[in-house]
């Protein structure tokens, strides 16, 4: 493997296959760390919410079935971070970089940045779905989901887990899941066999690169401990946007430098 490349033949193989790789250990103890403060930080209000940063509340909250033992059980994820530098350095990594060139090529734009939180003694699922929907660009080969463990991300905690080759079937009919409880913009795919879904354990560091076809989703938090996550998309710059509209317009697109 040349000094410019981050994943073997293997791993390129195995997303095109599967329509994910793991790589273990991505980014270092301290810089994860470093993300953990500056999410506490906004949540406990030590920092002011820098432009466009949103964060949302988890739907059982909201409509008053939990109440939280402290702000940070509340929040269900901080997203929008594009104007915060230090959440950024996600973004701009060079080895994440690296990874995400070599899949869908050089010139790339940074969107829907999140730092997802799953507390205990919340519903927190998120739906078994495609990212695509999400996005206006095509062709989705030219898009790339970043999810990066903060904290373990076990079964028990309420890690991803996927549906492996299902990014070969192409965008799927979503809907609102037939439950109690769903947070704002979880949909579901509808009728699709996912008993075949694969647990994607991570330690923290440990990063999971998807396809925005593939089929995902979370479980409950059965634990006693937080599940975070930070996470992101990449897009070509290459990519257009089928009724023709401009994508690259939107205040959390950001041209990833070269």
């Not at 997203?79 to 050089?106: H, K, N």
């Not at 919340?122 to 463990?149: E, K, S």
């Not at 192409?170 to 509808?190: I, R, S, T």
Request: aromatic share 8%; glycine share 6%; net charge neutral.
């Amino acid at each position: 493997m040349s000094s410019t490349e981050s994943l073997s033949g293997a791993d390129i193989a195995h997303y095109r296959r599967e329509g994910f790789v793991i790589v273990r250990g991505m980014y270092p103890a301290t810089e994860v760390a470093a993300w953990d403060q500056r999410f506490l930080d906004y949540i406990e209000g030590r920092l002011p919410h820098c432009d466009g940063l949103q964060v949302m509340r988890d739907v059982m909250v909201v409509k008053g079935a939990v109440d939280p033992r402290s702000p940070l059980h509340a929040v269900n994820k901080l997203f929008c971070f594009e104007a915060d530098p230090v959440l950024m350095r996600y973004t701009t990594d060079p080895y994440m970089l690296r990874c995400v060139r070599q899949l869908i090529g050089p010139r790339l734009h940074s969107v829907s940045t999140n730092v997802f939180n799953k507390p205990p003694e919340v519903d927190g699922r998120h739906p078994m779905h495609q990212d695509l929907r999400y996005f206006r660009a095509r062709p989705a080969d030219m898009i790339v989901g970043t999810w990066t463990a903060v904290y373990p991300a076990l079964r028990e905690t309420g890690c991803l887990s996927v549906l492996p080759r299902s990014h070969l079937r192409g965008p799927l009919e979503h809907a609102l899941p037939d439950w109690e409880y769903v947070n704002h913009g979880f949909y579901a795919v509808k009728d699709v066999d996912i008993s075949n879904r694969v647990h994607v354990e991570l330690a923290p560091g440990d990063t999971l690169l998807f396809h925005p076809l593939l089929i995902h989703g979370s479980g409950h938090n059965r634990s006693h401990q937080f599940r975070r996550a930070i996470s992101a998309h990449y897009i070509n710059d290459e990519a257009r946007a089928p009724d023709g509209r401009e994508w690259r317009d939107k205040s959390t697109v950001r041209r990833v430098p070269d």
